[in-house]
């Protein structure tokens, strides 16, 4: 990672720019000319010459702290557009979260799934809250606020995705390692 971090900052203009017209065209708000915005345009660009050498289908990518530190900007644009774009994507290196998302994209025939941890569950109203920091696909999006353009919750830096998901049937679905194996779990809900 620490390689793709220096070397991605040398790709030209012309190779990147792409990137964010790609974003440009369904995240609200984006800055073009913000110096985070370039930046996940220019990683971006060089994973996915990476991924098209090595024929990856799902990524896990360490993101904390070294997106922050090492290329000054966050992980969650580039995670956001490549799951939107079919190549699903997860955060903290959580390589069974990948798989989840693998696995549910392949059965929602392509749609974009989303990496969300459970933070909150209210037994006597029934709602569960899920939440990650900003790398939900741009079709996820509610429609009445569309995929919108923010900044890490815990390092205010950019880019990152800011929006509530939209309502329908959702599928919550996980792969997990405990000490005695494998396990699946998994639930259906509408929202």
Not at 26 to 49: C, H, M, N, P, W
């Amino acid at each position: 990672m620490q390689k793709a971090f220096k070397e991605c900052i040398t790709n030209s203009k012309s190779e990147w720019v792409g990137e964010v017209d790609r974003a440009e065209q369904q995240v609200i708000g984006l800055q073009r000319d913000d110096e985070t915005v370039q930046k996940f345009a220019q990683f971006s660009t060089y994973i996915k010459r990476e991924i098209e050498k090595e024929g990856f289908t799902s990524l896990a990518m360490r993101c904390w702290p070294d997106f922050f530190n090492n290329l000054g900007a966050a992980p969650c644009s580039t995670l956001s557009q490549f799951t939107e774009d079919g190549m699903v994507t997860s955060c903290e290196s959580d390589i069974d979260g990948s798989i989840s998302m693998f696995i549910l994209r392949e059965l929602a025939k392509g749609n974009a799934p989303y990496l969300g941890d459970l933070v909150h569950i209210d037994e006597e109203k029934n709602p569960a809250v899920f939440w990650h920091c900003g790398a939900g696909a741009y079709s996820l999006a509610r429609p009445d606020t569309g995929a919108t353009a923010g900044v890490h919750p815990n390092r205010k830096i950019g880019l990152a995705m800011d929006f509530g998901l939209k309502a329908g049937e959702v599928t919550i679905f996980r792969v997990s390692h405990t000490p005695g194996g494998y396990r699946l779990s998994f639930t259906k809900l509408i929202c």
